[in-house]
């Protein structure tokens, strides 16, 4: 017998084993993989969080904010921009919330911010809410709830809100700058900015939907205008006739004056900014440009062609996600008492 078959079996013992070797690895890093899972979700938000911490939490949020709207419906859109600005600076901690100290100067203070409203409101909800049960809910989670409330209240969309999220202790100017994108802009840009955040193309377009309410000031958008490239011209994605009539609205030096975004229709939650968005009548170029990529102008032209859009579904998906942008969870931050302020 040539040694090489004597040889053959054992070789193929080897392999065998060598065979099992490899599913068992691969079975335990499974395993592995799946208890990570499993922990981090523990460690994640979830619906019902308060459940049987604060039964009363969501009636007491949207009591206190039906008050407010019903009063002044333009708060809604106010309430729904707030969460966002918590959520892409330091993750969804309530840091938009705290005010600047003798030492740092907070989010609320930054130029992005210097349009925010509606801090009142959130202040009414955290003592209505401490009212029920002190010390429970974190003023992020407060955010959160509002948002959706508010959206819900002026017939929006209604989604659960995962809840669980802790307040941060830390609030900086600069980074509400660094990490909000702003409205000048481009598609690239803007994608940039959502994928350091964990959101996509989807994600984007379905959130630039929040514009369908709300107003914007001429000092958001009068670069269009007014020099857009530094020859005196006018941002040539912008409707022409539609720049004469916000040249009207905005003379170039204007900080106080502000315009719908969805003309006619900003106080209605629908798929309407995305039919102005196609009349390149959006009111920022960030708008504009959810028409220079396939994924965003796809999803804008479906919204528009179909008798059951899913925009509201999808809004209510979108908006989950961002919620959970870099959260904390377990005992990280604390539950603050004045949204405000940070614990002392
Ligand atoms: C895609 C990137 C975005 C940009 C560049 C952007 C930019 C802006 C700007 C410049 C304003 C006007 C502020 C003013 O002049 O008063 C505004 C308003 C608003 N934004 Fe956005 N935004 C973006 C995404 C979002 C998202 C993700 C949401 C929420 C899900 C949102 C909700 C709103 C709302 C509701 C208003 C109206 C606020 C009011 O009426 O007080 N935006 N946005
Ligand atoms: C936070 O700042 C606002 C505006 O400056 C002020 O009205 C409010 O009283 C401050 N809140 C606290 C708790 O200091
Ligand atoms: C327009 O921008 C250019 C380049 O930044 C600048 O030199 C020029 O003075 C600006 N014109 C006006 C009217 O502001
Ligand atoms: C869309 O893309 C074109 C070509 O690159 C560019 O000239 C235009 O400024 C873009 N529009 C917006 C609104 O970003
Ligand atoms: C709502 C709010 O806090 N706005 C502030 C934004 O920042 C400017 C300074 O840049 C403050 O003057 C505003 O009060």
Redesign the pocket.
Known sequence: MPPTLSASPLLAELQVSSLSLFYIVFFLQLFAVLLLLEYTNSQGLQVGFYKNKCRDLEPTVIKTVAHFIWRAP?LA??L??LH?HDCFVRGCDGSVLLNSTSTTQAEKDSIPNQ?L?GFQVIDAVKAAVENVCPGIVSCADILALVARDAVLLINGPYWEVPTGRRDGRVSLASEALANL???F?DISA?KASFNKKGLDEKD?VV??G??T?????C??FSSRLYNFSGKGDTDPSLDPNYAIRLKELCPPTDVTT?VQ?DPGSSKIFDTHYYKIVTQRRGL?H?DASLLNDTVTKTYIETQLKSLHPSFFKDFGVS?VK?GNIEVLTGSAGEIRKNCALVNS
């Open positions: 333009s859109p106010s729904l921009r966002f349009t409203r994108p702003p409205p802009f803007l984007l959130l630039s929040a514009h309410i709300g107003i914007g000031h000092l958001s502000f975004m920022f960030s908006m961002m």
